[in-house]
């Protein structure tokens, strides 16, 4: 019986309830307690996310329902402390069997009914009993979910087998008065029982009362009359005759039903596979097989187990390991079929006949019709314990005729598919093996000595395995046979891809051969759609892509997919932000798809590439027209000879963000591989411009860069200047963003060399501004103002606005504010007109400066305020913290100090978190500043001291100099004033003026004063 020393108790035998430590805990509402159910149902075993989703929502879910079930794991964690862990791809519940009701009850059961066969029914009673006493109520009560009720529906029936039992033993053990009161009340409680209704008239028969149990019986024919129209079976009937004739011997005791007169052979067949010696790596699904394996005899269903995984997971090693550890459980011998043998399928037919000449069936004896070899093997395997292992089936059909229809026997089904149409089966999911596992199997292969020598080497090749137990063998097979070889040399040779799956194949250990099992089953379409997605060689990507490679609508494409996850030729990693489901292939896989597409026609190849490429660049303008224009006129007019779903449009459409953050990586890297596949550079060139906008607003420098370097060596591979000038524009922008205004510099100066060559007006102007932004910053105004004056007479109105920004940064810079002011509101309502919120909302935090420049710091306030806003709403992170970083300095000129510190603080977040030099060097400044107008001196030093050396590094004059004044009022320094003072007069700034007759403490107290 339970006892209360333990931490975690679970009860499911009545209401959910989960006591620690002697207290009950509370489990929230309906749905936690579902999602307790089904981990309780399936303990120490891992359930995934999507599985549990299933459960709890009966498969119709909400949007929301990954979130839910990861807000109901974490008020469930509360109460069950460590008992609950995450491990991917889902959770457990790592629950003892004796601290969980339900297992325990099996445990009772199993020792019951082996104390019953024996005899011993004293023994037996006390087992049964035990059983009993852990019910509380209607199991699982109070879980609505389907597969709450019928696995209530299952315990509720083993419950009354148990009281039946009881009665029954209580009754062979001369307890008549404890048995006609227990089948009583289980007769009452359920009158259909036929079962309680024949123990309780022997009961009544035994104990003398020959008209109570003539009773009984016409209450059950009443009943069963009445409400569902059928008489008692035959042996009720039976029964009656012999009590109403006086011919049933009353007997000493009464037994369980004798065997089934079938005789039993005295073969013990021994029929597995030799074990292996190295079994590595599966531990905890070797626990979850003989875990199921001893909790057999609960029910009356066939305990049965599916290992899934793909070629070469370790499935049959696993099956065969674990059912020889099995043999002393189930005595009555081991059965095994290979159902891929000899390189063919084998039929159920076949397969009987074998299991039943080694059962002792001798083949005469065998009938031909398929349903009655059937039965005769069901009979034969009725009253044995046997292990039957059925490996590498190809589906259920396949397996549906050999499975026993008894509870005594266990199996074992090893599948590449998860063959869920198996009623009550069990599933292990076998993944990839971790890379401290997957060394300490290379270690076990081919001895620890080897592996301590060169453990780098080791690693690699456990990297290039993949993981894959197959792969690993066969690794350590070659350094077997190889025992001078150094392990870095296998190391080497699995590098080289295209000899990886060569080395990989030592007599049959090969993964090739190992792949082409399931390669085999696909037709030409599914065939040609592997071939395709292996030569993309993407590192994620949704099902959508296979319909412009292969020109099939979105839901036909999907159906592919999947059927090539169900092959285990593409693996499912999981969900993205917008929902879908993403898939990859293993390293292995991929190569070998690729191997197998050198079969494709290259044009057709290079055809489904651009149609496919074509597609992304229409999804990928569709996101870019709903996000803000970061970059500057590098967003060229597509003209494509392809349709897009409007299903797929529709997606991006409503959440550009998350569609973008889920393809780029995919979208990257098609852009490389359609460099390598020859796929005409103008289509790469095009969407690696149409990229840069979500790039930039993100700082993803490292796509941006990769896609710009791969299409600019395939146009200049080609000579095309056009394309390179629209790359070299992209490049310098990337570089202007990473705050290399060197690189920056160099790469525009070359964009508008090769554009006016070519006479590409509109790329000219975008480098032009370029050239001029960054001549800029760099406080070379003259240069700047030039390039940019000459950007407004070549470009189109984007290209003016972002000059009118320029010009008014110059202006304000130079101190001629009116004209600042004039040029800012230009290039708001240039912004307005171009229905660009992001640029009209930078130009406002630009007409702010000005504003706070002349002393107007309550409508800085205000402009900074609306920037922001507006920059939030349009999804700009970083232009939004720039606006704040002004909003702030207006705050505290205004004489505003609340809050303050924290919005900086805030600011400076968000630019170290997006790599944002140019924003941390500013917002420190700033914080700097701020110290300096509270007073607080040593704080102002240390933080303008910091922003100093950060502009140095930038090489930023204007900037450094602004720095230099500040931290020589914080620490009344003379020497850095004269710096700063010859900074200013150097560059022409309206600094100069404004620092006339001014000390570095007179300058403290005028920002003080200013705040």
């Given at each position: 019986?339970?006892?209360w ?5 679970a009860?499911?035998l009545g ?11 509370n ?16 303990p120490?075993q891992v359930v ?7 459960l709890?929502?009966d498969?119709s879910?909400?949007?929301t329902?990954?979130?839910l ?10 109460a069950?402390?460590k ?11 790592n ?5 969980s009701?339900?297992e ?5 059961l ?15 009673i ?10 509380r ?24 087998g ?21 089948l ?5 409680a359920?009158?259909s029982?036929?079962?309680t209704r024949?123990?309780?008239m ?52 009464v037994v ?14 021994h ?12 531990e ?5 097989v003989?875990?199921i394996a ?7 269903a ?31 011998g ?10 063919r399928?084998?039929?159920t ?10 059962l002792?069936?001798a ?5 031909d ?9 069901r ?17 259920e059909?396949?397996v549906?005729?050999?499975?026993p ?10 599948s590449?598919?998860r ?19 997957s060394a ?5 292969i081919?001895?620890d000595?080897?592996v ?5 080497a080791a690693q ?8 894959v ?9 070659k ?15 699995l ?11 030592v ?10 099992l ?15 997605l292996s030569?993309?060689?993407?590192p994620d ?8 490679l292969l020109?099939v ?40 798809g ?20 074509a ?11 709903c ?16 349709d ?7 997606e991006?459409?409503e ?5 973008l ?6 979208v ?10 020859g ?5 790469t060139?095009?969407i ?9 607003a993100?700082?993803e ?10 299409a ?26 990473q ?6 510099l ?21 480098a032009?501004?370029g ?29 003016v ?19 600042a ?18 640029g ?5 935090r630009?007409l ?28 700009d ?32 977040e ?30 102002a ?30 620490t009344n320094?003379?020497t ?6 010859a ?15 001014m ?13």
């Amino acid at each position: 019986m339970w006892g209360w020393g333990w931490r975690v108790r679970a009860l499911a035998l009545g209401p959910i309830e989960v006591w620690v430590d002697g207290r009950q805990v509370n489990l929230g509402g309906p749905k936690p307690r579902t999602l307790l159910a089904a981990l309780l149902l399936q303990p120490r075993q891992v359930v995934p996310v999507e599985r549990l989703i299933d459960l709890i929502w009966d498969e119709s879910p909400p949007q929301t329902a990954g979130a839910l079930v990861h807000t109901y794991v974490s008020s469930l964690r509360r109460a069950l402390d460590k008992a609950l862990v995450t491990r991917a791809p889902g959770y457990l519940l790592n629950i003892a069997a004796e601290h969980s009701d339900i297992e325990l009850f099996g445990r009772h059961l199993t020792a019951a009914r082996e104390a019953e066969r024996a005899g011993e029914h004293e023994q037996a009673i006390e087992q049964y009993q035990a059983a009993l006493g852990l019910w509380r109520g209607p199991a699982l009560h109070g879980v609505e979910a389907s597969f709450a009720r019928g696995r209530a529906l299952q315990l509720e029936e083993s419950r009354l087998g148990a009281e039946e039992a009881l009665g029954r033993c209580e009754l062979a053990a001369g307890r008549v008065e404890d048995a006609i009161a227990r089948l009583s009340s289980v007769a009452t409680a359920y009158p259909s029982r036929e079962e309680t209704r024949d123990l309780l008239m022997r009961a009544l028969y035994r104990a003398g009362r020959q008209a109570d149990a003539l009773a009984v019986y016409r209450d059950a024919r009443t009943y069963l009359l009445d409400e569902l129209g059928i008489e008692p079976g035959e042996q009720l009937r039976e029964l009656h005759n012999q009590i109403l004739n006086g011919t049933l011997a009353a007997p000493v005791k009464v037994v369980p039903p004798p065997p089934r007169a079938e005789p039993r052979p005295h073969v013990v067949p021994h029929h597995l596979p030799p074990d292996i010696s190295d079994f590595t790596g599966r531990e905890d699904a070797l626990k979850h097989v003989l875990t199921i394996a001893d909790s057999a005899d609960t029910g009356t269903a066939t305990p049965t187990v599916v290992i899934s995984g793909f070629g070469g997971a370790g499935k049959s090693a696993l099956a065969v390991h674990a059912a020889h550890l099995l043999r002393k459980s189930y005595p009555d011998g081991q059965l095994f079929a290979d159902l891929r043998g000899a390189g063919r399928d084998l039929d159920t037919h076949e397969v009987l006949g074998r299991f039943l000449g080694l059962l002792g069936v001798a083949a005469p004896d065998q009938p031909d019709a398929p349903d009655e070899r059937v039965e005769l093997y069901r009979r034969t395997v009725a009253d044995r314990r046997l292990v039957i292992l059925l490996d590498n089936a190809r589906n259920e059909q396949q397996v549906r005729g050999l499975l026993p229809g008894n509870p005594n026997c266990f199996v074992i089904i090893t599948s590449r598919s998860r063959l869920t149409g198996i009623e009550g089966a069990s599933p292990l999911e076998l993944d990839f093996l971790t890379p401290d596992v997957s060394a300490e199997m290379l270690s076990r292969i081919i001895g620890d000595a080897r592996v301590t020598a060169e453990p780098e080497a080791a690693q690699r090749i456990c990297d290039l395995c993949g993981g894959v137990p197959l792969a690993l063998r066969a690794a350590g097979a070659k350094l077997l046979a190889r025992p001078h070889w150094p392990l870095k040399t296998l190391a080497k040779r699995l590098s080289d891809e295209r000899r990886r799956l060569d080395e990989l194949a030592v007599g049959d250990l090969a993964i090739r051969s190992s792949l082409q099992l399931n390669y085999a089953e696909l037709d030409e379409l599914h065939r040609r759609a592997f071939h395709l997605l292996s030569l993309l060689d993407l590192p994620d990507f949704g099902s959508w892509v296979a319909a412009p490679l292969l020109g099939v609508a979105l839901d036909e494409a999907e159906d592919i997919v999947e059927h090539l996850v169900e092959l285990r030729l593409v693996d499912v990693i999981g969900v993205d932000q917008i929902g879908r489901v993403r898939y990859r292939f293993h390293d292995l896989v991929q190569l070998f798809g690729a191997e197998q597409a050198k079969a494709e026609d290259p044009e057709a190849v290079t055809t489904a590439v651009s149609r496919t490429l074509a597609t992304w660049m229409a999804l990928v303008e569709a996101g870019s027209e709903c996000l803000p224009r970061v970059t500057l006129g590098l967003r060229p007019q597509l003209e494509l000879e392809v349709d897009v779903d409007p299903a797929l449009a529709e997606e991006v459409e409503e959440d550009p963000t998350g569609w973008l953050r889920s393809e780029t990586a995919a979208v990257v890297r098609a852009v490389e591989r359609a460099h390598d596949l020859g796929v005409d550079e103008i289509t790469t060139t095009l969407i690696t411009s149409l990229l840069s906008s979500p790039f930039a607003a993100r700082n993803e420098f490292g796509g941006w860069q990769r896609t710009h370097e791969v299409a600019l060596r395939s146009a200049r591979s080609r000579g095309n200047r056009r394309a390179e000038a629209v790359l070299l524009a992209g490049l310098g922008q990337l570089r202007y963003e990473q705050d290399d205004f060197t690189l920056a510099l160099e790469n525009f100066q070359q964009a508008a060399m090769f554009a006016e060559e070519v006479g590409d007006r509109s790329t000219l102007a975008v480098a032009l501004v370029g050239m001029g932004t960054v001549r800029r910053d760099l406080a070379e105004f003259d240069e700047a103002r030039k390039l940019l004056d000459r950007a407004v007479e070549l470009g189109d109105a984007g290209v003016v606005a972002a000059a009118s920004y320029g010009v008014g940064a110059i202006h304000r810079d130079h101190g001629d504010l009116p004209a600042a002011v004039e040029a800012f509101d230009r290039c708001v309502r240039l912004y307005q007109e171009l229905g660009d919120q992001r640029g009209a909302a930078l130009a406002l935090r630009g007409l702010s400066l000005c504003h706070r420049a002349t002393g107007e710091y309550g409508q800085a306030v205000e402009l900074s305020r609306s920037a922001e806003e507006i920059l939030r709403e349009a999804g700009d992170e970083l232009g939004a913290t720039y606006a704040a970083q002004s909003l702030a300095k207006a705050l505290f000129r205004n004489g505003t100090v609340a809050g303050v510190a924290e919005l900086l603080e805030a600011c400076l977040e968000v630019c170290t978190r997006q790599h944002d030099r140019f924003g941390v060097a500013l917002v420190t400044r700033t914080q700097g500043e701020f110290a300096l107008a509270q007073g607080e001196l040593d704080e102002a030093t240390a933080s303008l001291t910091e922003a100093l050396g950060q502009w140095t590094e930038l090489g930023l004059p204007i900037w450094r100099a602004r720095t230099l004044r500040d931290l020589a009022a914080a620490t009344n320094d003379d020497t850095r004033w004269q710096e700063a003072v010859a900074l200013f007069t150097e560059l022409g700034s309206r600094e100069t003026t404004e620092l006339a007759d001014m000390t570095p403490a007179k300058w403290a107290e005028a920002v003080r004063r200013s705040a």
